[in-house]
């Protein structure tokens, strides 16, 4: 978003763009499983509904045997095979020639890995993704120690024909020899499928081209009710993945080739299934369930829930937003709208005779070295002058980049400048002391911006006025 609106603060960098954001949630009620609810309600107490957002509360999850969640998480698996196999035989009923169906009857059970890919068929969120290299997933289904069943489900809009093509091609690829039994199309998706997938799934398979994603609900709605989220690092899971609570696609890192991002995301996808999903999901030899998988969905659930809930996105507009803005309003109509007839004063102050800021004077005596050792600090003066305007309405800052090689930069800190004296009420003196403990290079920049009025919002960059020297 800030860079979307970068053209608007062109003298900002995209990070100092100010849009800032509040990441949706769900209605936890509202799609959490009565199977968990009920859990909750045993295991929590009845004041769980009104603890949602309470991240320390839900820490009391940990010490729930696993063996609860491996219960409850097999009874909504068992409820989603159930549906998928009625659904199946009912088409073949209706005359549906599917040999693929007959095959998917025949080895799908509560021990088979069931991958979900269900939601908008948008042609960002690449649902075919995986099909970029069929032999190397046709290798995987065909070694995996237990069955594999990729299901896909979804609706394009009307007018995207792109998204109805990727539909198109997943369909296609659900008839091929090398997948049958293994690639399920489920259509005319809706509300009622959602609930099913989201909560009998192992995991939720999300991939979307980053930085497309705007938030990813689903997702939220998979992971509180023990589904794995399987993501690319956008949207809301970011926020939300801690290493353990289900896994990350790429580190977030965006190529500029978007046929490279794709096989280096599949690459990626490919890697997790073999090396960390699979092992994780198989039960050891005796045991009727897997205590790290099983580990993995306590933790997906007592550390995603508070993250997602609708109370946490209300909370953070009211807090970050909301009151903010409502304090503001109160204090500018207090003493019969006093303030806002002074914010008023002073923003039109900085209007007239920002133009008239220039950088008259810089000392640097302190960095006129190519090479400044490790150990010596460094200062610098900068004078400015601002007729019509006092340091009460201008403040500087430093902005010091610091890189490791000629092109990667490693770190970028905007810096106050502290104000030491006025030489006249026109003219101001700032200055920046710098520590230098760090070796590699270094770029330096000053610019003036407008002082914020007293408890407001940054005037500088609400007015846009920057001024770089």
Partial sequence: SQRMFNN???????????????????????????????LFYETLGDQWPKKLKDADFWMQLEKVPLERFAEKKLILKRRLVTWI?????????????????????????????????AKRMAPYKRADILFQEPERLAEIIRKSPVPILFIYAGKAHPSDGMGQEVLARLSKWSHDPRFRGSVLVLEDYDLSYARRLLSGSDLWLNTPLRPLEASGTSGMKAAINGTMHFSVADGWWPEAYNGSNG????????????SLQDSYDCARIFALLENEILRDFVPPAGQTFSPAWVKRIRESIYTI????????????????????????????????FIELKNLTNFKMTLIEHW??????DVDAKGLDSDNIPRSQAAEVVVEL????????HVCVQ?????????????EREVIACEYISSPTTARSRWR??????????????????????????????????????
Wanted: glycine share 6%; proline share 5%; no cysteine.
């Fill in 85 to 117: 196999k009625k659904r199946l035989l009912t088409q073949i009923d209706r005359g549906a020639e599917r040999a693929d169906y007959a095959e998917i009857l025949a080895r799908l059970d509560e021990r088979t890995l069931i991958i979900t890919h």
């Fill in 398 to 410: 430093a902005i010091l980049t610091h890189s490791l090689g000629s092109f990667k930069t490693v």
């Fill in 432 to 469: 920046l002391s710098l520590k230098n403990h760090n070796p590699g290079d270094f770029a330096l920049a000053f610019r003036a911006i407008a002082r914020q009025y007293r408890g407001f919002d940054d005037a500088g960059f609400e007015l846009k006025l920057v001024k770089w020297m």
């Fill in 8 to 38: 608007l603060f062109p003298e900002l960098d995209e990070e100092e763009v100010p849009v800032t954001h509040v990441t949706n949630g769900v209605h936890i009620p509202s799609w959490l499983e009565p199977t968990w609810q009920n």
């Fill in 385 to 392: 002058s601002h007729p019509g305007l006092t340091s009460e």
């Fill in 305 to 336: 829930l508070p993250i997602v809930s609708s109370e946490r996105m209300l909370t953070d507009y009211q807090e970050r937003l909301y009151a903010p803005a409502l304090k503001a309003a109160n204090d500018l109509k207090s003493n019969d």
């Fill in 247 to 258: 896994w990350m696609i790429g580190d977030g890192s965006e190529l500029w080739d978007k």
């Fill in 355 to 360: 133009h008239e800021l220039v950088f008259e």
